[in-house]
């Protein structure tokens, strides 16, 4: 059992350049959501998923965009980065219905815009 | 929106010894669930200890306990006879029952564990 897996563990980006972080779970889980991770910020939700096809904004959305066309992929898009973007992401998926189980964690890509 | 505040940014303690990281919370729910993760230095986000809001009983995993006071919003991990494994960041995580099923984060507190 795989859990979740994220991809790549480390990038190095141009300003400007776009890339995309992959991210899948084996788990089945319904709900899937992307943070960021920051010094002294603890990690704060970018983008969430509760469901295939179902996604909406966190609290830090912006530069990022993302898709839901499986219940098991859930990539997040970097469309022109910036230095402020440099961070640990980190992909989570629950089995979510209110059941309390918590998030499973991908092991984080770690992102450095030149 | 519900807020997670965790006030002590670093602490440290010997091996053996017992040490309490505090968390507060704010939420207008009356159902949730609480959560601490550890994130050791390979950087994984790992699943502590949780605890359900309309339970009263204090959750326990073998060394790890924590306190929870639903009055005052305030739930403390304690970690017993620490080990040198302990060394970690420590976050502080609450999802509402409200639907979204978000889970919000404390900033962490980095917790070193001395020889």
């Known amino acids: 059992n795989a859990g979740v897996t994220q991809t790549p563990k480390f990038q190095v980006l141009k300003t400007g350049q776009s890339m995309t972080l992959q991210c899948a779970q084996d788990?089945?889980?319904?709900?899937m959501s992307w943070y960021r991770q920051d010094p002294g910020m603890g990690l704060r939700l970018i983008h969430y998923?509760?469901?295939?096809?179902?996604?909406d904004q966190g609290e830090v959305p912006n530069g990022y965009n993302v898709s839901r066309s499986t219940t098991e992929d859930f990539p997040l898009r970097l469309l022109s980065a910036a230095p402020s973007q440099t961070s640990v992401y980190f992909c989570?998926?629950?089995?979510?219905?209110?059941?309390?189980?918590?998030?499973?964690f991908g092991s984080g890509t770690r992102l450095t815009v030149v | 929106a519900q807020t997670v505040t965790q006030s002590q940014p670093e602490m440290s303690v010997q091996e053996a010894e017992t040490v309490t990281l505090s968390c507060t919370y704010d939420?207008?729910?009356?159902?949730?669930?609480l959560f601490w993760y550890k994130q050791p230095p390979s950087r994984q986000m790992i699943l502590v200890i949780r605890q359900e809001a309309y339970k009263q009983q204090n959750a326990t995993e073998n060394r790890f306990s924590v306190n929870f006071q639903k009055a005052a919003k305030s739930f403390s991990l304690k970690i017993s006879d620490s080990q040198l494994g302990d060394t970690a960041m420590y976050f502080c995580?609450?999802?509402?029952?409200?639907?979204?099923?978000?889970?919000?984060f404390g900033k962490g507190t980095k917790l070193t564990v001395n020889p």
């Open positions: 788990m089945n889980h319904e709900y």
């Open positions: 995580a609450f999802i509402g029952q409200g639907g979204s099923e978000k889970l919000v």
């Open positions: 998923s509760v469901g295939a096809g179902i996604t």
């Open positions: 989570a998926s629950s089995r979510g219905g209110q059941s309390g189980y918590g998030y499973t």
């Open positions: 939420t207008s729910e009356s159902n949730y669930y």
